[in-house]
């Protein structure tokens, strides 16, 4: 019994036992289950929490509206004004001008050396003179100049009477010797100004009244006046651009200048108090990292630190001993004046950064500038972000949002709570590079459909509107010319290099009162570093669609030949093909006003182009121009004016479909004859109108009018035009001729 209890109880107990194993396992296992999704659940969250804490921050970074991210230049630009009449601060800045073997001859480098202090100016820096005065080079430039002089009074000494004759002009105009212009053309002569008419100085602009000007209030700004200004003192550009070169026989790689040269120019930073160097050259991610640490540690007194001896392990074929200055690796640069030195592009970008105020431009300035910042940080590493960013703060978006990131990852990084996440600070940077330039990308690209939409559409309503470009190097005086033809002031018109940034359309009307839409654009420069052409590309699309295209040239300039280069390659670049030039376009030989000799018209009109001399500040040939534009656009678009014949009764009906269909303001010489005849049983009236032949057959067809056609040749173009593309065209079938005479030589010899 006992047995059989204790069987019992051995079965009780074991089964009891097999009971309780069994609940253990299950309960080990639940245990298991639910620590295995405590731990998921875990990781979830702190996964959606460092996802969220992302989201966050990156919502923060892209906190800005729409508004303000228009606002946002602004308000920098403000902050930075204020701030800099608080501390009383202004960049002081060197221009260097680098010159390499085979150069490009002295008079066009010291141009260059201009134009690249003309830079430094846009940016409404001081500049200062460069420590770099070669006698030797300037010697060069005046034998140059010498040799010039000398052949010019070669060329007179043939005409004995020609200076007399012409000291005797210029002091009495009325006893004129010049050759009679045919009508319209006009010699630019203070006499030719009138009464009344608007004009544009250096200094100020306003109406002309009896001999004086009475000065617009807009146009006196703050800096207007300033005869000081060095960039607007020529004498005193010169020096500083000549201050400016440097011979370069070498190239070091990592540091750009041999060691001599750092140092001199070091010293010399340090002791005219210069903030920032602009070096005119593409300078590579080290050459700019070492510069700006060698000079900043020169400047701070630490140069013995900066430099020292040349390490033997590096081997280097090309560079003479001692030349290439080192950096100590504990070398600190932290404390003290920062030097900044900036290379070509990175000073055009920062003017357009500036400048640029359409969302389009401001867009294209954005793409152009991360994708630099992506081929810099895959070459360079991160530091490379910081100097980009302490050029670009305060004007462009995409770095301050990329910055505030990195900050916001570091602060995280060093809480400690986004451990484990592996990303560098380099791969971050990368990663919100990339992401920022396809999303500007995507959104520039619709931003550009849209404005193709709007002008297919505008193009559908206004089709016979003819459309007008004015194109040329910067500073040739677009915008003043347009000014001009507009009579308003509608663009602004400075002494700085890259002063319109994105194209402006206005309306204005043409002498026969049809409406014409003219577009001012952006100027072009030599050597445009290759990252912006794209930029360009689109800011030029308008042009590419205008009817017309003014080429307006700085004729006064020295390398007005070299500019005109310029922009022709320029434009070839962007895929602008010759039919392009042949067809549309016109030279405006601007400045005219400041040409010693006047401007020879028989030789202007031998051109290829046809050629206007005009001056847009005092008004001359202005008139001429638009006359010119008017058949031009004429003659392109196939306007002529009709004569029609209109029955009294219809007149009102036929008038008012013309002023809505037809580009017009007026109809020329309105006859009425109230004569009752069998034709025209309620008296006629007879006009002249300007239409192109597209509007006059719809309007054939709409009122089922007779009409009698009389080409008064109102709308031809003048001769000379017809001359120039024969000229060129002559050409290109001279060219052929010759090439296929060739290419049968060279087979029978085969
Ligand atoms: N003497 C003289 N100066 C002129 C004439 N036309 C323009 N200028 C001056 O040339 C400078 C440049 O003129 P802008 O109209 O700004 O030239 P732009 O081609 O629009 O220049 P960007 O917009 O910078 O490309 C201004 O200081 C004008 O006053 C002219 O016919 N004669
Ligand atoms: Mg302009």
Not at 93 to 105: D, R, T, Y
Not at 324 to 330: C, G, K, Y
Not at 426 to 440: A, C, G, I, T, W
């Amino acid at each position: 019994m006992q047995q059989l209890i204790d069987i019992n109880n051995s079965r009780k107990f074991q089964n009891f036992y097999i009971n309780i194993n069994i609940g253990l396992k299950i309960q080990l296992i639940i245990f298991k289950i639910k620590f295995a999704f405590i731990l998921m659940i875990k990781s979830l969250l702190f996964r959606g929490s460092t996802f969220l804490k992302q989201q966050f921050v990156f919502k923060q970074v892209y906190r800005y509206s729409e508004k303000e991210q228009l606002d946002f230049r602004k308000q920098n630009l403000s902050q930075d004004k204020q701030q800099q009449k608080q501390i009383g601060y202004e960049t002081n800045c060197m221009v260097l001008h680098p010159i390499f073997f085979p150069n490009k001859g002295p008079l066009m480098e010291l141009y260059l050396a201009e134009e690249a202090v003309g830079l430094a100016k846009s940016l409404d820096w001081n500049v200062q003179k460069g420590p770099y005065w070669k006698e030797e080079y300037d010697k060069k430039v005046i034998q140059l100049q010498e040799e010039e002089q000398e052949e010019q009074q070669i060329e007179h000494v043939e005409d004995a009477n020609y200076e007399s004759k012409n000291k005797r002009k210029r002091k009495n105009p009325k006893e004129d010797n010049r050759p009679k212009l045919d009508e319209g053309w006009q010699y630019f002569d203070q006499t030719n100004i009138k009464d009344g008419d608007y004009i544009y100085t250096h200094y100020f602009k306003g109406t002309y009244y009896k001999n004086g000007i009475i000065v617009d209030d807009q146009s006196d700004t703050e800096d207007d006046g300033d005869m000081f200004h060095e960039w607007r003192n020529k004498i005193l550009r010169e020096s500083i651009a000549k201050s400016s070169l440097i011979k370069m026989k070498k190239i070091i790689g990592k540091s750009f200048f041999t060691k001599g040269k750092l140092m001199d120019i070091g010293i010399y930073i340090k002791d005219n108090s210069i903030d920032c160097v602009f070096i005119n050259t593409e300078l590579t991610p080290t050459q700019h990292k070492n510069l700006e640490r060698l000079w900043t540690g020169i400047v701070n007194g630490r140069e013995d630190e900066v430099f020292f001896k040349k390490n033997p392990m590096m081997s280097s074929d090309t560079e003479a001993e001692g030349d290439e200055p080192i950096q100590t690796s504990d070398y600190d640069n932290s404390s003290g004046k920062k030097i900044r030195v900036f290379d070509r592009f990175t000073m055009i970008l920062q003017i357009f950064a500036k400048r640029a105020q359409t969302q389009i431009a401001r867009h294209q300035i954005e793409v152009c500038f991360l994708n630099y910042l992506k081929t810099k940080l895959q070459r360079e590493g991160g530091t490379t972000f910081n100097a980009m960013y302490n050029i670009f703060k305060g004007d462009l978006m995409t770095a301050q949002e990329i910055s505030l990131e990195v900050v916001s990852a570091k602060s995280r990084a060093a809480k400690g709570k986004v451990q484990g996440e592996g990303e560098t600070q380099l791969e971050l940077q990368r990663r919100l590079v990339n992401d920022k330039l396809s999303k500007l990308k995507k959104e520039l690209i619709s931003l550009l459909e849209n404005q193709n939409f709007l002008r297919e559409k505008r193009k559908k309503q206004y089709n016979n509107v003819p459309t007008i470009a004015l194109i040329g190097y910067t500073n040739a005086g677009k915008s003043a010319l347009m000014n001009a033809l507009i009579k308003k002031d509608v663009v602004e018109s400075k002494d700085n290099l890259f002063q319109t940034l994105s194209t402006t359309s206005r309306k204005f009307k043409l002498i026969s009162g049809q409406q014409a839409i003219i577009l001012d654009t952006i100027g072009f420069i030599t050597d445009l570093p290759h990252e912006l052409v794209d930029s360009f590309q689109s800011t030029l699309m308008e042009v590419e669609h205008a009817d017309l295209v003014l080429h307006v040239r700085d004729i006064s300039h020295p390398h007005t030949e070299d500019q005109k280069k310029t922009v022709l390659k320029v434009l070839k670049q962007l895929g602008f093909d010759q039919q392009f030039y042949t067809n549309k376009m016109i030279e405006v030989w601007n400045k005219m006003d400041l040409l010693e000799e006047n401007v020879d018209y028989q030789s202007a009109l031998k051109s290829d182009f046809p050629v206007v001399p005009v001056s847009a500040l005092y008004n001359t040939n202005i008139k001429k121009l638009t006359q010119i534009l008017e058949q031009k656009v004429n003659h392109l678009m196939n306007k002529k004016y009709y004569t029609i014949v209109n029955p009294l009764n219809t007149h009102e009906e036929r008038y008012k479909w013309l002023f809505a269909n037809a580009n017009i303001s007026r109809l020329e010489n309105e006859m009425y004859d109230y004569k009752q005849t069998k034709q025209y049983p309620y008296g006629n009236v007879k006009f002249q109108v300007l239409l192109d032949d597209v509007t006059f057959r719809r309007f054939c067809h709409t009122f089922n009018i007779q009409v009698e056609t009389n080409d008064n040749k109102k709308g031809m173009p003048p001769k000379e035009w017809l001359k120039g593309s024969e000229s060129y065209f002559q050409r290109m079938r001279e060219q052929k001729e010759k090439e296929d005479q060739n290419f049968l030589k060279n087979k029978r010899e085969d």
